[in-house]
């Protein structure tokens, strides 16, 4: 488990037979979870006859945690929603080993392309980068890296999730919000973005300047493990999804560890985002080290944050 950053991922779906055979056709494992009243009403789920279940990637940094809704409950951001809608969480995002692989991999296990894997160079990395979408709504980012390659490859086909992007309308606005939680931004870009990166957006077909981005990578130890992407738009916004806080189908939730979890949340009651609260602090039964003081918050365009602080 991360000890920074988002350390779980909370997916509400109706396809959990087809999400789970995918990370496990990846080498995680599972644990079936019997969910409490207290974890229903917490993600807003209602009970179900199909089990609640934990995936857990092989090196244990990042779990998945899948919550069966039905197939009639809305999902958060509709399929054929714009790249670059705000509201809400877009996607998570994974590494893979080759891009042409996993193109077809994902096929198998429920995801359709989006975007097609796209090769393209940002600053001193150049990567290979395909957006993939499944039936909930779920966007899943994969990349390849080109060059210079990864430091490390500790991990078999594809990671686990390392990533999470947000579409917003305001960049600024949502790193303010996101210091309260220990985020600080150490990468940041403004402009076009170059080569074919345009594509990944779908904005390769817009004139000069509608394709301008504003985009930070926020991390709480400048790392791109378990950070957060936020991308906005300039110059040609597109209107913002209103994205329930709670109930609904599809990325529900990221969730990330603080150090001081009641100075945190007394921190963000005497903010202006105070009336972002989803539900308060409190000790709450949910799955694995969840178990314990946490509170759900909406960032500013309405991407749910779970936070929670570890026990010893």
Same mark, same amino acid.
């Given at each position: ?176 919000? #996101?210091?309260? &939680?220990? $985020? ?6 403004? /402009?076009? =973005?170059?080569?074919?990166? +345009? ?90 080290? #969840?178990?314990? &003081?946490? $509170? ?6 309405? /991407?749910? =944050?779970?936070?929670?602080? +570890?026990?010893?």
């Amino acid at each position: 488990m991360r000890s920074q950053g988002f350390s779980h991922v909370v997916i509400t779906t109706a396809h959990t037979p087809v999400l789970g055979g995918f990370f496990a056709a990846l080498g995680w494992h599972s644990l079936t979870v019997d969910l409490m009243s207290e974890a229903l009403a917490f993600w807003g789920v209602e009970p179900s006859e199909t089990p609640a279940m934990r995936w857990i990637p092989p090196s244990n940094a990042c779990e998945v945690l899948l919550l069966p809704t039905p197939q009639e409950v809305p999902v958060l951001r509709p399929v054929d929603c714009a790249v670059t809608t705000p509201g809400g969480l877009f996607d998570i995002n994974m590494r893979t080993v080759d891009s042409d692989w996993s193109h077809d991999f994902l096929q198998c296990h429920g995801w359709q392309p989006l975007v097609d894997p796209v090769a393209w160079q940002f600053g001193d990395v150049e990567t290979k980068e395909g957006l993939y979408i499944q039936e909930d709504g779920i966007v899943l980012a994969v990349m390849e890296r080109l060059q210079p390659p990864l430091p490390t490859v500790a991990f078999d086909r594809m990671s686990d999730v390392f990533n999470a992007t947000q579409m917003v309308r305001n960049v600024d606005q949502t790193v303010a919000f #996101l210091k309260h &939680l220990n $985020f600080e931004r150490f990468i940041q870009h403004h /402009g076009p =973005l170059p080569g074919a990166g +345009p594509k990944v957006l779908q904005l390769e077909r817009r004139p000069a300047d509608a394709g301008d981005i504003e985009l930070a990578i926020l991390h709480p130890d400048a790392c791109m493990e378990g950070s957060l992407e936020l991308v906005e738009v300039l110059h040609h916004p597109i209107e913002r999804l209103m994205v329930p806080p709670d109930g609904g189908r599809g990325l529900r939730s990221l969730c990330l560890q603080v150090d001081d979890i009641e100075a945190c949340y007394e921190g963000l009651l005497a903010s202006q985002w105070s009336d972002q609260i989803i539900h308060p602090l409190a000790l709450r039964a949910l799955p694995g080290v #969840l178990s314990t &003081l946490s $509170f759900a918050i909406a960032a500013p365009d309405g /991407g749910r =944050l779970d936070v929670y602080q +570890p026990t010893l």
